[in-house]
Every structure is written in C-alpha cells, then in structure tokens.
C-alpha cells in the first residue's frame, strides 16, 4: 500500500517578489511545493525530491517544508551549488516578470543518482516540474509541469 498521496520533483527556491519600487521580499517559492503545500493543507500525505545549496536560503527552505509537514527524505543539499532565487516583478495590470539567479541554480543540478526512486514508487501521484530544466543541454519536454498517476 502507498503511503504517499503526492510526490513532487522539481524546483525549490527563494521568491523575491516586489513590493514597492525598492523593496522586494523573499518567500519559499517553486512551483512544485507549491502543490505540496496546498495538498498538504488538504490533509493529503506529500513528499518532495529535488536539491537545494547548503546554504542559508536551502536550510531556510527545508526547515519551512518540515515544519508544514511535506516529506523532505528527497531534498538533496548540496555545498558546491547555491539555491537558486528568483525575482518577481509587478507590471501595472498586475502580470508578473520572473528573473532567475542561477548560474547553475542547485535545482538544475539534481542527478539522476540523488533521486529517491523509493519515494516515486511509495507514491499514488508523481508530479515534476520542468523549470529545472529549461537552461541549454539539459533536455526537456514542451510543458511547464506534468502529473502522472501511479
């Protein structure tokens, strides 16, 4: 029997979204545990895989997924990488423009070795992200996320 209502891959980062001309303020964002944190509120059993830098914005993003309640078994961090930060401007009609610091980013830098299959297979749903993947040499399909029913 599956313990897990959802499992997400893909990426964790900071959001520094805008909120005036000057200031900008950082919150956990990614679309992935997005979903994770709203299905979590539902009451439903999640877990998330992907990689994060061993640095204060990582460890400031695992401790917020534990402490909502999203498995973080999966959450690779890694010293040679930074998390990855994006930044969210406002337009006047209220459209948002995404700027995103990696060079790499450690959600881009997650292998294939580092993920949990375990935690795939313990699932009923499996749902990734493809930002992660959207930088040249990485492959990626023509979507921004997927789910699959397990």
Known sequence: ???KDVTALGEL???FAQKDTNTFEGNPGGA???VLAM???AGK???FIGKVGDDMFGNQLKS???EIGIDASGLVMDPEVRTTL???KFDETGDRDFSFYRNPGADMMLKEEEVDLDLIK???IFHFGTLSMTHEGVPYPQASSYILWI
């Open 1 to 3: 029997m599956k313990t």
């Open 13 to 15: 980062l900071i959001d």
């Open 32 to 34: 992935p545990c997005n």
């Open 39 to 41: 299905l979590n509120k």
């Open 45 to 47: 059993k999640t877990a």
């Open 64 to 66: 917020v997924i534990e």
């Open 86 to 88: 994006a930044f969210v």
């Open 122 to 124: 313990d699932s009923k």
